[in-house]
């Protein structure tokens, strides 16, 4: 199994701002990220229901920008596995069995009911939150995480955001132990010192 990987669900790429904080994890070299165009068309899905005013179009092009950033998160060839696996939740089993056929022991969400680690463990996978998730890769390597949080908040310009601002909104993506670790190093999370950006590359 690839340990620094992770399935990401759904109901966590749902929010843009979750969706653009682990992606730039996944940039920074943190974990290695993974969907399928199942989770794909089911986050898309799921916010075209609730935000109407949002256009399918930009929908679909962030989906082909984070395959295009990221070509070997599309897991494909996965189905065969579905009906041999038991969850909660049977619509949940696609992503249990993207897991399984990518090898990876990480699946991202916040419906950890949906996931009981019963029916995990035999795979050697862990359900885990963002928040828990995140906490990980800060004790395991916490510098590249501030980087990493320090490069995306440089690159957001519309609008951008003060680190108060930021922080604010990782804590409504209820990143509450990661947030109260970035306050910490709040200084370390600033611009550079002539007030430049230190990256400039979206991952929208």
């Known amino acids: 199994m690839i340990n620094d990987?992770?399935?990401?669900?759904?109901d966590?790429?749902?929010?843009?701002?979750?969706?653009?904080?682990?992606?730039?994890?996944?940039d920074g070299q943190?974990?290695?990220?993974?969907?399928?165009?199942k989770i794909h068309e089911e986050w898309i899905r799921n916010l075209l229901k609730n935000r109407p005013e949002l256009k399918q179009e930009n929908l679909e092009?962030?989906?082909?920008?984070?395959?295009?950033r990221f070509p070997k998160a599309l897991v494909r060839g996965y189905e065969s596995i579905i009906p041999t696996l038991k969850l909660p939740d049977q619509g949940d089993r696609h992503i249990l069995a993207a897991a399984i056929h990518a090898e990876v022991n990480n699946i991202i969400t916040f419906n950890l009911k949906h996931f009981p680690k019963a029916a995990l463990e035999p795979y050697g996978i862990?359900?885990?939150?963002?928040?828990?998730?995140?906490?990980?890769?800060?004790?395991?390597?916490?510098?590249?995480?501030?980087?990493?949080?320090?490069?995306?908040?440089a690159n957001l310009t519309r609008p951008p955001k003060t680190v108060d601002?930021?922080?604010a909104t990782l804590e409504k993506q209820k990143l509450t132990k990661t947030v109260a670790f970035l306050r910490e190093h709040k200084g370390e999370l600033s611009?550079?010192?002539?007030?430049?950006?230190i990256l400039q590359k979206e991952i929208p």
């Open 191 to 197: 611009l550079t010192d002539n007030g430049e950006k």
């Open 5 to 10: 990987a992770a399935i990401i669900d759904a």
């Open 30 to 37: 943190l974990f290695t990220p993974y969907w399928s165009s």
């Open 12 to 26: 966590v790429l749902y929010s843009a701002a979750l969706r653009d904080f682990l992606l730039w994890l996944a």
């Open 61 to 68: 092009r962030t989906r082909q920008n984070m395959n295009s």
């Open 165 to 167: 601002q930021y922080l």
């Open 126 to 153: 862990e359900a885990m939150s963002p928040d828990k998730f995140v906490l990980r890769l800060i004790q395991e390597k916490a510098n590249l995480v501030l980087i990493a949080a320090k490069t995306h908040r």
